[in-house]
């Protein structure tokens, strides 16, 4: 079972993808939790060149091919031998965030985005998580760890909130397999949330 996580900056995912990880395996579960983008060698020095640096460094297209072909690497190289393996995948951000960033944040590239995913990675998850938060608090978050990696944090409030409502819609579209989760609670309180909806996922799977 492939499970992903998404939203904005600071929303928690990467909080929360450890948490069920951690959960999942202690219930005896192989899991494989991965990230993006990067998630396997190649995709980690793409990662490097793709948020360090000048943020002017990408046009909107070569940006949209880099991560692109992070993704590919990362899903021939990880995601689909641990899937073959019968391990369950979880994983910070994929697809959807293309769908958002390369896709709505600068101009409309959302076609380009979509023609290039069913060539290239033409895989969608079996369950997605959107913590969904205040695009304030969000911020307010991951400012307060800003590390060396030049982020869409960096554009600010107004790019928080078309993410966040981007990343709504999104789940509106493919609302089969996404789940919106309030996110402005305790990590707790979430991972509780988050693992009810994965457990019964993966029970119902066999
Ligand atoms: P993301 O991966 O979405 O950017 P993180 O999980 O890295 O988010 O969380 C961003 C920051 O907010 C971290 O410092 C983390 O410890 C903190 N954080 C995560 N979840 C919560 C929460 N539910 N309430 C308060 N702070 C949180
Ligand atoms: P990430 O490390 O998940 O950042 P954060 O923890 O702040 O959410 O992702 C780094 C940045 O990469 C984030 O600003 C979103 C961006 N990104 C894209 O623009 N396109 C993509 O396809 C992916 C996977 C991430």
């Not at 990880?21 to 202690?26: D, S």
């Not at 709505?104 to 913590?131: C, K, N, Y």
């Not at 919106?180 to 996922?201: F, H, L, N, S, Y």
Request: glycine share 10%; proline share 4%; charged share 30%.
């Amino acid at each position: 079972m492939f499970i992903t996580f998404e939203g904005i900056d600071g929303s928690g995912k990467s909080t929360q993808a450890r948490l069920l990880a951690e959960a999942l395996h202690a219930e005896g579960h192989v899991v494989r939790a991965t990230r993006e983008p990067g998630g396997s060698p190649g995709a980690e020095e793409i990662r490097r060149l793709v948020l360090e640096g000048d943020p002017d460094r990408w046009s909107a297209e070569s940006e949209l091919l880099l991560f692109t072909a992070a993704r590919r690497d990362h899903l021939e190289r990880t995601i689909n031998p641990a899937l073959a393996a019968g391990e369950v995948v979880i994983c910070d951000r994929f697809a959807d965030s293309t769908r958002m960033y390369q896709g709505l944040s600068r101009g409309d590239l959302r076609a380009t985005v979509d023609a290039l995913h069913q060539m290239m990675i033409g895989r969608e998850p079996d369950l997605t998580f959107l913590i969904d938060i205040d695009p304030a608090v969000g911020l307010g978050r991951a400012l307060g760890r800003k590390g060396h990696e030049e982020r869409f944090e960096d554009f600010g409030l107004p790019m928080q909130e078309k993410m966040r409502a981007g990343f709504l819609a999104l789940a509106k579209e493919f609302a089969p397999r996404f789940r919106v989760i309030d996110g402005d609670r305790a990590p707790e309180a979430v991972a509780a949330d988050v693992t009810a909806i994965a457990r019964a996922a993966l029970e119902a799977r066999g």
